[in-house]
């Protein structure tokens, strides 16, 4: 079907037309869960040091955060020379090294980052790490089959890999993994730019983000990690087979619920997605991975699995020292700060989401429902609005709430009987239906405390808070991708040919959220 026209002169216009989401729509994580019981003496967490004086690295002295780039230290103050270890357990000889950088808070250890040894041409294998030397939970439960765990649909595969790892802390240096345990440790979470998932954010650190949906999906978020580690014992329990060698108390009596959301969040931030894997390996921690290898929306270079290994192909040349990126997926920002906790203003997957839902008030819902059904669409429908293509999403939404505006018994059998979705739309609904999304964008525009020039002001401020500057560059992308949507509601209101007329009155009118 033709791209269609907004009412050039009155009479039938299309009410409702198919429509395929994009195919680099992402669907959402899973969400983990909380609650706490006793802490003992000695609990930690991959990423301790985030706050309190359990946080192994707020211990550090600076002597010890400028360390030479590949040395980690152990709880001794030994040095644990962290890709020599690598290569004692079957790292064949590669094309990188670690190199550091000074993080924004001098009490923190400096960022570390895998970095080009040698001069590298697209299509180089950088390195590859064999599978004895990554974790995934293939590795967690050994001969077990994994259905013995996930098949409970109460513990998700991030949350297994994080417990694994805070029990293997535990047994410190007889642990196989402590030396990428100390690295995690040592990373504390962070991205390549040294800001934590807002999920470590205090309250009012996340008020940075208000106005912008992030902040209720952080918390949505939480309150899922919350809920999953509630059920831990349960499922340490129902998997009588998994942990059996860790002579410990039961999860939620050996680990607080905070130091599960920051084992947690530290697995989230550098897990990587295996494609083409059996499902025991499709989510695996690589030692020369993330966090260590930077995130990048317009770089295609992934970890692949072979054999017997994880590779890393590169997707562009590299000069010697030089930082080596991979893809992060079709991932919006809002998706890239709550997992990773950065933002990148090139990003040609970012996106907002508006949820348009049929009245169940109407008399004639259940038609609606069924033409809806009819041309793949739900009675709450989320649309995506991409970067660029802004115009496009609004002419996406239209068919819908032109639907949702029928309100005539005769009209409504038209649109049923139709053999294309077609139906009759009059001027003053046209003009209704452009005036409630005009209203509803600028009301959610009218949500962020901040104007553009505060926001401008604040992105410039080399001494502003990191996370207030992400934060602020998140809310600079979405009020962008608002504006362009106004802009386009209010070209189509411009193209109407008779701007007297008022908008249809409308008692069952569609819902935008």
């Given amino acids: 079907m033709e791209p269609m026209k907004l009412c050039n002169v009155p009479g039938s ?77 079957g790292l064949p000889p ?77 047994q410190g240096k007889k642990s196989f993994w402590y030396p990428f345990i100390k690295e995690l440790d040592r990373q504390r979470g962070r991205g390549q730019l040294a800001v934590e998932s807002p999920l470590l954010w205090s309250d009012d650190e996340l008020e940075y983000l208000a106005g912008s949906p992030t902040r209720e999906e952080v918390l949505a978020r939480a309150a899922g990690i919350k809920r999953e580690y509630d059920e831990l014992d349960t499922v340490w329990f129902m998997a009588g087979s998994l942990f059996q060698q860790y002579p410990y108390d039961i999860p939620t009596e050996a680990f607080s619920y905070e130091i599960f959301k920051q084992a947690f969040v530290a697995v989230q931030s550098c897990v990587v997605h295996l494609q083409k894997v059996a499902l025991a390996r499709r989510f695996a921690l690589v030692p020369l991975g993330p966090p260590l290898l930077a995130y990048r929306s317009n770089c295609k270079a992934m970890l692949t699995s072979t054999e017997d290994a994880v590779q890393l192909v590169v997707d562009r040349p590299y000069k010697s020292g030089e930082p080596i990126c991979v893809w992060c997926g079709p991932q919006p920002n809002s998706r890239l700060l709550l997992n990773y906790g950065f933002v990148d203003e090139e990003n040609p997957y970012d996106r907002l989401s508006i949820e348009v839902s049929l009245n169940t008030d109407d008399p004639q819902y259940q038609d609606k429902r069924m033409i809806a059904q009819r041309n793949g669409k739900l009675t709450v429908q989320v649309f ?25 018994p005769a009209e409504m059998h038209t649109v049923i ?35 553009q020039s505060e926001v401008d002001i604040l992105l410039a401020d080399i001494r502003a808070d990191p996370k207030r500057q992400v934060a602020m560059q998140l809310v600079k992308l979405e009020k962008k991708m608002l504006s362009a949507c106004l802009k386009a509601v209010d070209g189509f209101i411009n193209d109407l040919p008779d701007h007297s007329v008022a908008p249809c009155p409308a008692p069952y009118a569609p819902s935008l959220k």
């Fill in 417 to 451: 009987s139709s053999q294309g979705p077609v139906c009759p739309v009059s001027p003053c609904v046209e003009r209704a239906v452009l005036d409630q999304l005009r209203g509803y964008l600028k009301t959610r525009l009218a949500g962020y405390p901040t104007n």
């Fill in 13 to 89: 216009v299309p009410c409702f037309q198919a429509f395929q989401l994009p195919s680099h729509s992402l669907a959402s994580k899973r969400f983990f869960p909380a609650g706490s019981r006793r802490l003992p003496s000695r609990s930690w967490s991959p990423c301790s040091g985030y706050g309190g004086s359990q946080g192994m690295v707020a211990k550090k002295s600076q002597k010890e955060a400028h360390a030479k780039p590949h040395l980690l230290r152990g709880e001794d103050g030994e040095q644990i020379d962290l890709m020599s270890w690598m290569h004692s357990q």
């Fill in 94 to 170: 590669c094309r990188v090294k670690l190199r550091e950088r000074p993080s924004h808070d001098p009490k923190h250890f400096p960022i570390r980052f895998v970095a080009a040894s040698e001069d590298l041409q697209s299509g180089d294998v950088a390195f590859s790490v064999p599978n004895s030397l990554v974790v995934t939970l293939e590795r967690v439960l050994g001969n077990e089959t994994i259905a013995e765990l996930l098949t409970t649909n109460k513990l998700s595969e991030l949350a297994c890999l994080a417990l694994y790892l805070m029990y293997e802390k535990k």
């Fill in 384 to 408: 995506h609005a991409y970067v660029g293509r802004e115009k496009e999403a609004i002419m996406d939404m239209l068919p819908y709430m032109r639907l949702g505006y029928v309100s005539d």
